[in-house]
């Protein structure tokens, strides 16, 4: 078998351009995690089917799982850790801690990434919504309830009505 074919590329994550250079058949989850340390995207089932490691590209939720590093070139990546910071959660961030939503952490940067992006095209979404935006995203612990009040929590403070 002869070796993958290397390319050097430049990505956007989280507002700042990292040059890396990566085997052809390498994911962007794999260039986040194993390249820029960025391990908040999680890695699980490897095919798209659990959405753990969703990020956001150009503002579309996406499972970094299922898109190859030289796809994600040009394109604004975000992940968790570009989402809020330690002194200043962002609104989602605040809500999944205050509403118990996170439970064993597994899921909850895909939820919340998924969340923001339902949040950025409908800042008012109906309980449905949230659902349905979220069924990409799968979670053992919660049984949803308060990751769904989360986000409708989150998207009243984001409206300025909180």
């Known amino acids: 078998m002869e070796p993958e074919e290397s390319h ?12 890396v250079e990566i085997d052809s058949n390498w994911t962007l989850n794999d260039v986040l995690r194993n390249r820029l340390d960025l391990t908040g ?7 798209g089917g659990c959405g753990s490691c969703t990020v956001l590209m150009d503002g579309v939720d996406v499972y970094s ?4 590093a030289v796809e994600a070139q040009g ?4 992940t968790i ?3 809020g910071s330690s002194e200043s959660l962002h609104p989602l ?6 509403s118990y939503a996170a439970q064993c952490g597994w899921c909850t940067p895909g939820m919340i990434l998924s969340a923001k992006a339902l949040l950025d095209r409908n ?4 309980e449905a919504e949230v659902r349905m ?6 979670c053992r612990c919660t049984g949803y309830t308060s990751i769904i009040q989360a986000v409708l929590e989150a998207g009243r403070v984001m409206r300025g009505e909180r």
Not at 41 to 47: G, L, Q, V
């Open 8 to 19: 050097k590329i430049a990505l956007k994550i989280n507002g700042h351009v990292h040059s």
């Open 41 to 47: 995207t999680k890695r699980a089932c490897d095919y």
């Open 65 to 68: 799982c299922s898109i190859l």
């Open 75 to 78: 394109k604004d990546v975000t």
């Open 81 to 83: 850790e570009g989402l």
């Open 93 to 98: 961030q605040k809500s999944f801690a205050l």
């Open 123 to 126: 800042p008012n979404p109906t």
């Open 133 to 138: 935006a979220l069924s990409g995203v799968l």
